[in-house]
């Protein structure tokens, strides 16, 4: 029977059926068409981005399988300390997002590990890379290096993209920043001295306890560390033996940095503890006065100069940092400057040791707690040849060095002009 509503047949009881049937069929149509078209895109939605996603997991996997393959390829050798990946470092450092410092190795990178430790990540310098075939030596005898006095190698990692060395974070930063820093925090005569012992304590133990002794080649208040109880501790030892000057861009790597060189070195061209024992000699000056090696006034002039001729033109409470505020002790300042003077003695023979340094500085320590307010009183307590010596300075414009030469201390004229 022909059925068509058009012909106005829609009282009729089969027509209306019809039309029903009619009507249910096209919807069923149109969710079949509707269903064939989209169940195949969000199918090939989903493979596209399943295959992006194992592309994604393959390359990390490839990346990390490519260090470990590179590490057992090239070295037999076999180191405590955990080796991560590149993707690793990417993911503790938030893919390398907070810089918290530069040097002429590379870029320190603050991270955080699995378990909420906080470190620095040193990712060195490309240029480095080339070089790369003492670092895992070097990292083998970084790794079994333990003093409280020395910053504490976590890991390391080796790969064709980079090399880098994981460290303990040290949160106080370094002792220059503190040293130069503002006003709203300055360390006090006593904190002082302690990082310096801190300091010569970690040199000690690289000089004189370590197999063979490790020379640190780049001693400088940058590369002394401070926790959160300001103890000091040294870093960067071993790296300027890793990667030479040329593959560095670091003036002179192999001794040390601009304002800290040891000028016996220029002489011999031979890099021994003696070299840190000079450097550290500056280090001693930089705590104590709070300038710079290089200072300005008004003239470029190397501070071991500067604080003779302050000496030799005044007091020796001329080169006291001024953020002491007068508070510290006199006997124990007289003490650190010819120390640090000895330190610097041009010839390496007559510098002490390290071991001796820190021996002299144990002996200082405890009379600097509860350190009365120094006064002028101090001058009578300087030897009598040392103040005739001034004095004369004084008359004559000329200028003197004061150190030690087989253990007695000695001081020298010198025409400043």
């Known amino acids: 029977m022909l059925c068509n509503c058009a012909t106005r047949l829609e009282g009729n009881p089969l027509c209306s059926k019809v039309k029903d049937t009619y009507c249910s069929n096209k919807k069923n149509t149109i969710h079949i068409i ?9 199918l090939v939605s989903l493979l596209v981005v399943m295959c992006i996603l194992w592309k994604l997991c393959w390359k990390g996997k490839s990346e990390d399988h490519e260090d470990y393959a590179m590490y057992e390829e090239e070295t037999p050798l076999h180191i405590d300390i955990r080796r991560f990946t590149y993707t690793e470092l990417k993911l503790i450092t938030n893919d390398f997002q907070s810089i918290i410092g530069k040097g002429g190795f590379g870029i320190v990178y603050h991270g955080t590990l699995e378990n909420g430790d906080e470190v620095a990540v040193k990712v060195l310098m490309e240029t480095s890379i080339a070089e790369s075939k003492d670092f895992l030596p070097e990292v083998q005898t970084l790794s079994k290096v333990h003093h409280k006095n020395l910053v504490t190698l976590q890991g390391y990692c080796q790969n064709k993209k980079c090399l880098a060395l ?26 002082r001295l302690h990082i310096a ?13 370590c197999t063979p002794s490790i020379v640190h080649r ?4 940058p590369n002394i ?5 300001l103890v000091g501790v040294i870093s960067d030892f071993g790296l300027s033996r890793a990667f030479n000057d040329a593959h560095t861009h670091i003036s002179t790597a192999a001794a040390g940095t601009l304002g800290y060189l040891d000028p016996e070195y220029h002489a011999s061209f031979q890099v021994t503890v003696k070299t840190d024992v000079y450097s550290f000699g ?4 930089e705590i104590i006065t709070g300038q710079s090696p290089v200072v300005m006034d008004p003239q470029t002039v190397h501070l071991p100069n500067w604080v003779r001729q302050k000496i030799a033109n005044g007091s020796i409470h001329d080169v006291v940092d001024k953020k002491l505020l007068d508070l ?5 300042l007289q003490s650190v400057v010819d120390l640090a003077m000895n330190c610097l003695e041009n010839a390496a023979i007559n510098r002490p040791t390290m071991t001796e340094v820190a021996s002299r500085l144990k002996v200082w320590l405890p009379a600097v707690s509860g350190a009365p307010r120094h006064t002028d009183s101090m001058d009578t307590e300087i030897p009598r040849q040392f103040r005739l010596m001034i004095s004369r300075a004084r008359n004559e414009g000329i200028s003197f060095q004061s150190g030690y030469t087989n253990g007695i201390s000695q001081t020298s004229l010198f025409s400043g002009r």
């Open 166 to 191: 994981v460290y303990d974070f040290m949160p106080r930063g370094n002792l220059q920043q503190l040293l130069r820093g503002g006003d709203e925090y300055s360390l006090n005569w006593e904190q």
């Open 218 to 221: 780049d001693v400088k208040t």
């Open 197 to 209: 012992l801190d300091a010569a304590q970690g040199l000690e133990y690289l000089h004189e306890l």
């Open 328 to 332: 510290y002790d006199a006997s124990s």
């Open 282 to 285: 500056i280090v001693l000056l």
């Open 34 to 42: 509707l269903i064939a078209v989209i169940v195949p895109v969000v």
């Open 225 to 229: 560390l401070l926790d959160n109880n």
